[in-house]
């Protein structure tokens, strides 16, 4: 088989990505804020949407990180290590939100390694080895919401062989795709888009 820099699944049953976003929503709806990811100041042009994020502690880290290793195994073979940030985002668009043209493997998402000096007094939120450095490899998405739920919206992806590609809207659908592949999501023109997505780590490319 040859290598795709996107992967897809689509047949998780209704009533378990039922389950998933009705659990989100109820514990995580109220912590949804506006698109700024951490540390990143607001540019309403490139992005608008609604965000929370989900630690991986939560069940459905375990039930997605299924899939990504199955991608990994069945397709990319990179080496991995964890979710980053140890969560995921839960994320919302309603009618005129969107996500421009972007990848999420930027120099401004890769770990550097961080000297602390004495580590009696180091930084005790900083887990990273100082001889490691990892870099986001792999993005995933789980579509939550029915096709009928929202217009617009789509995923659009560009593959590496230059061509577009739109994700399936498929309710449940699992995309796996390349963490340096272009992407973006489409302007929502009715109704409102739910899915869950996040980033996969693993040592510097070498």
Request: glycine share 8%.
């Amino acid at each position: 088989m040859a290598f795709q820099s996107i992967w897809n699944f689509s047949d998780i049953p209704e009533k378990i990505i039922e389950t998933i976003e009705e659990d989100l929503t109820d514990n995580f709806q109220e912590q949804m804020g506006d698109s700024r990811l951490m540390g990143d100041s607001l540019n309403r042009d490139k992005r608008n949407s609604k965000n929370a994020w989900v630690p991986t502690l939560h069940w459905t880290a375990g039930f997605v990180w299924h899939y990504i290793e199955r991608a990994n195994r069945e397709n990319f073979l990179y080496d991995i290590r964890n979710i980053d940030g140890e969560s995921m985002q839960f994320t919302q668009y309603d009618v005129g939100e969107f996500y421009g043209w972007h990848n999420d493997a930027g120099l401004a998402c890769q770990y550097k390694p961080v000297s602390i000096g004495n580590h009696h007094e180091g930084r005790a939120q900083d887990y990273l080895n100082e001889n490691l450095e990892l870099v986001r490899k792999l993005s995933f998405v789980v579509q939550l919401s029915s096709p009928d739920d929202y217009e617009g919206g789509n995923l659009q992806l560009l593959a590496e062989d230059g061509k577009s590609y739109f994700a399936p809207r498929k309710r449940g659908t699992v995309i796996v795709f390349d963490s340096r592949t272009q992407h973006r999501v489409l302007k929502v023109t009715k109704g409102t888009r739910k899915s869950l997505v996040g980033w996969v780590v693993g040592p510097r490319w070498k």
